[in-house]
């Protein structure tokens, strides 16, 4: 062999040498970003209503409520009532006694924000929810 040509094939397996260590290095960083996710994102497990109930609830057992929105992950808009038992109530947006429910909660906030206080007083009766239809 000729110097020159000992100097290419040095020179094609350096390049080789360096494709493939950037190429590794690549592969490490597009891999890592995947670890971070969750603890970015929070959990990835998003538990999402897909049927209502049609059952008013009693105001008194309701302790707070979340809104599902289909603009996001899940398929359906819905209330998702969290009760004093920590059980999760998926309930329509459409139905009047949960319109009823978030209004009694609204007033219930008001209240708290006017008195200065941190405590709901769970009234059993919510006045919004006397003579509700469906």
């Given at each position: 062999?000729?110097?020159?040509?000992?100097?290419?094939i040095s020179s094609a397996n350096t390049m080789t040498q360096k494709n493939v260590?950037?190429?590794?290095?690549?592969?490490?960083c597009v891999l890592s970003t995947?670890?971070?996710t969750?603890?970015?994102?929070g959990p990835l497990n998003h538990a999402c209503?897909?049927?209502y109930t049609h059952k008013p609830l009693p105001f008194h057992i309701i302790k707070g409520f979340i809104e599902q929105s289909s603009a996001e992950?899940?398929?359906i808009d819905a209330i998702i009532?969290?009760?004093?038992?920590?059980?999760?109530?998926?309930?329509?947006t459409e139905d009047n006694w949960v319109k009823a429910i978030l209004s009694c909660l609204s007033n219930k906030l008001t209240e708290m924000a006017s008195n200065g206080t941190a405590e709901i007083s769970h009234d059993r009766n919510c006045k919004p929810l006397t003579n509700i239809t469906k």
């Open positions: 062999m000729f110097p020159t040509q000992v100097s290419l260590i950037i190429a590794v290095l690549l592969f490490c995947f670890f971070y969750a603890s970015t994102y209503c897909v049927k992950v899940c398929r009532f969290l009760t004093v038992k920590n059980r999760k109530i998926c309930a329509s």
